[in-house]
T-cell receptor, first 113, second 114 residues
Framework: GDSVTQMEGPVTLSEEAFLTINCTYT??????LFWYVQYPGEGLQLLLK?????DKGSNKGFEATYRKETTSFHLEKGSVQVSDSAVYFC????????????FGGGTRVLVKP | DTAVSQTPKYLVTQMGNDKSIKCEQN?????MYWYKQDSKKFLKIMFS???????INETVPNRFSPKSPDKAHLNLHINSLELGDSAVYFC?????????????FGPGTRLLVL
C-alpha cells in the first residue's frame, strides 16, 4: 500500500538557518504530493503541492520538487524564522485510492531566535 | 469567515459514553473527510463522503459512524467510547474526490476519554 516516510524530529534551528526535511514515498500509481503545516494548537494548512514529476511547489519561501526517480519530495527553506516553528507533514494522494491522503509521521521544527 | 469548522473544540468524557463531533464547510465542496491524529501526531484517514455518499471507509471500529445530512456537513458519532479513542479528530473538505484537489482542514476536535 501507499506510505510516506519523513525524517523524525524535532529539528532545532537558529533563525536564518537553512531547513531541509526529507520525505520519501511509496505508491502504486502516480500520486500528487503535498506538504502540510500544523502550527501549535491549530489544524493543518496546505503549504505547497506538486501533482506530477519534476513539478516544484513553492509557498512562503518553502520549496519542494517532485522527484519520481528517487520517490522523494524534500521540503526546503533558505532562511527560517521563529514563526516557522510548527509540525510539517508530507503527504501523498493516489487518485486510484479514492482521493485519500496518506501522511508521513510529521516533523516538528523549532526555530530559536 | 471560517471555511471548515468543527464543534466542539474540546471534548472530555467518560469511557462507555456516546458522543458526536460536528463538521461544517462553507466552501461549496462536494467531498468531506474525517482524519484521526494520535498522541504521536500520526494522521490517518477514517472516512470520506462525496455528495453525501460514503466513498472511503478505512479499517475503523464500527463504533464510529459518520453521517452526512447534506454535502456541507459531515458528523462523526462514536459509541461506547474507549480510552484509545483519545485523539485529535480533523475534518477536511475538497472540491471533489478527483486527483489533484486540495483538502482544507478544520481546526480539530481534541477528544479525551477518561
Amino acid at each position: 500500500g501507499d506510505s510516506v516516510t519523513q525524517m523524525e524530529g524535532p529539528v532545532t534551528l537558529s533563525e536564518e538557518a537553512f531547513l531541509t526535511i526529507n520525505c520519501t514515498y511509496t505508491a502504486t500509481g502516480y500520486p500528487s504530493l503535498f506538504w502540510y503545516v500544523q502550527y501549535p494548537g491549530e489544524g493543518l494548512q496546505l503549504l505547497l503541492k506538486a501533482t506530477k514529476a519534476d513539478d516544484k511547489g513553492s509557498n512562503k519561501g518553502f520549496e519542494a520538487t517532485y522527484r519520481k526517480e528517487t520517490t522523494s519530495f524534500h521540503l526546503e527553506k533558505g532562511s527560517v524564522q521563529v514563526s516557522d516553528s510548527a509540525v510539517y507533514f508530507c503527504a501523498l494522494r493516489d487518485g486510484a485510492a479514492g482521493n485519500k491522503l496518506t501522511f508521513g509521521g510529521g516533523t516538528r521544527v523549532l526555530v530559536k531566535p | 469567515d471560517t471555511a471548515v469548522s468543527q464543534t466542539p473544540k474540546y471534548l472530555v468524557t467518560q469511557m462507555g459514553n456516546d458522543k458526536s463531533i460536528k463538521c461544517e464547510q462553507n466552501l461549496g465542496h462536494d467531498t468531506m473527510y474525517w482524519y484521526k491524529q494520535d498522541s504521536k501526531k500520526f494522521l490517518k484517514i477514517m472516512f470520506s463522503y462525496n455528495n453525501k455518499e460514503l466513498i472511503i471507509n478505512e479499517t475503523v471500529p464500527n463504533r464510529f459512524s459518520p453521517k452526512s445530512p447534506d454535502k456541507a456537513h459531515l458528523n462523526l458519532h462514536i459509541n461506547s467510547l474507549e480510552l484509545g479513542d483519545s485523539a485529535v479528530y480533523f475534518c477536511a473538505s475538497s472540491q471533489d474526490a478527483t486527483r489533484g484537489e486540495t483538502q482544507y482542514f478544520g481546526p480539530g476536535t481534541r477528544l479525551l476519554v477518561l
